[in-house]
Nanobody, 124 residues
Framework: EVRLVESGGSVVQAGGSLRLSCAAP????????IGWIREAPGKDREGVVC????????TYLDSVKGRFIISTDAAKNTVYLEMNNLKPEDTALYSC?????????????????WGQGTLVTVSS
């Protein structure tokens, strides 16, 4: 079990933007499916975005398409999630994850590493 470290969560007004970061001390993202998962209060976890370990293709959750962008910095071994035009329904604990593959599109499966998450609160 490897722990990733997320940061960047905050309270923001609807329509605002945030950039989340995910650092991986002692862990190399190469060869893994990488993505972000969120858990909103009272709801099941859902995969926000996943980068395929096979071909690098990116799949976003339908509700965030066109608003969220995932990126990676290999030199810093860091993954980012840029979130724009935030909505109250985006309020959740966001965790980054690395696993064997993407499933159901935007879900990172067979996890090898994940973090404790960073909280994003969007006020209306």
């Amino acid at each position: 079990e490897v722990r990733l470290v997320e940061s960047g969560g905050s309270v923001v007004q609807a329509g605002g933007s945030l950039r989340l970061s995910c650092a991986a001390p002692g862990f190399n993202f190469d060869g893994y499916a990488i993505g972000w998962i969120r858990e909103a209060p009272g709801k099941d976890r859902e995969g926000v975005v996943c980068i395929s370990s096979e071909d690098g293709s990116i799949t976003y959750l339908d509700s965030v398409k066109g608003r969220f962008i995932i990126s990676t910095d290999a030199a810093k071994n860091t993954v980012y999630l840029e979130m724009n035009n935030l909505k109250p329904e985006d309020t959740a604990l966001y965790s980054c994850a690395a696993g064997a593959y993407c499933s159901d599109g935007s879900w990172v499966d067979a996890l090898d590493a994940w973090g404790q998450g960073t909280l994003v609160t969007v006020s209306s």
